[in-house]
DNA sequence: GGCGTTATAAACCGATCAGTTATATATCCG
DNA sequence: CGGATATATAACTGATCGGTTTATAACGCC
């Protein structure tokens, strides 16, 4: 069973290595030694990374001679800012207390009343 | 060892379940019984999301009675929404592979010949 | 064809995850 | 106090993760 793809990106963005190489590949495309170098991390383990980034759609590979290099799909990200641009909303602690108070409010969660 | 708070952050949106959660607390504070009704899971399943969505602070927890109510954080998404923003960028993909390429064509990864 | 380079695949390991059941804790009510 | 309700903790399980080492595959070059 495949994970949802915002699963898959949010999961994907969740480790700091996979993170850096996703920063990495602003600067234009790199091939697997080139992303290996900086981490001190064996390169089968640069490639399983890879293989996440690549399963969540955040990066796609090419070919060229015996290099496979990445290039970044920022599109991909999109689904994710949009899930959390949702809660801009919220992101005003005054606005968000208020509303949250005045829902508990409305479905009898608090007394309302000054604690003992 | 605790994760840094982005990646602890985007490991807690990583799970559907909570981030149905969270859906379901921009509607007000809730308590575990009430978050786990529309879940089919156990209630110490979703004491356990719980205490993660907390860890990367993402709810807060108070006390009424028995009950221990929950309440989005939303202001802990910024760091994330951040992160992912500095993305917006690249989103367009033709501005995405003129850029790509330019670096490439600087730091020699192609070859700026026709293949083959 | 054979060699070096680049990258993936396989097998394995310890840690963490998401769930369960069963047990304990805390709070209110009578 | 004792019982009911709401939640958390403990102990366990199977699956997944992030890493390793070893072995394998694809390509370019001589």
New interface residues.
């Given amino acids: 069973m495949p994970p949802?793809p915002?699963?898959a990106v949010?999961?994907a963005?969740?480790?700091?290595t996979r993170?850096a190489i996703?920063v990495r590949l602003?600067?234009?495309?790199?091939?697997v030694g080139e992303l290996a170098a900086p981490f001190a991390i064996s390169p089968p383990a640069v490639s399983k990374h890879l293989k996440v980034l690549a399963r969540a759609g955040l990066i796609t590979r090419g070919r060229?001679a015996q290099s496979r290099?990445c290039?970044?799909e920022?599109?991909a990200?999109?689904p994710?800012?949009d899930?959390?641009?949702?809660?801009?909303r919220?992101?005003d602690?005054s606005l968000?207390r208020l509303?949250?108070h005045?829902?508990?409010l409305?479905?009898g969660?608090?007394?309302d009343e000054p604690a003992s």
């Fill in positions: 949802d915002l699963s949010f999961a963005l969740a480790d700091p993170r996703l602003t600067q234009g495309a790199a091939n060229a290099p290039r970044l920022a599109a990200l999109r994710a800012a899930w959390i641009a949702t809660y801009r919220h992101w602690e968000d509303d949250a005045l829902q508990d409305q479905s969660m608090v007394s």
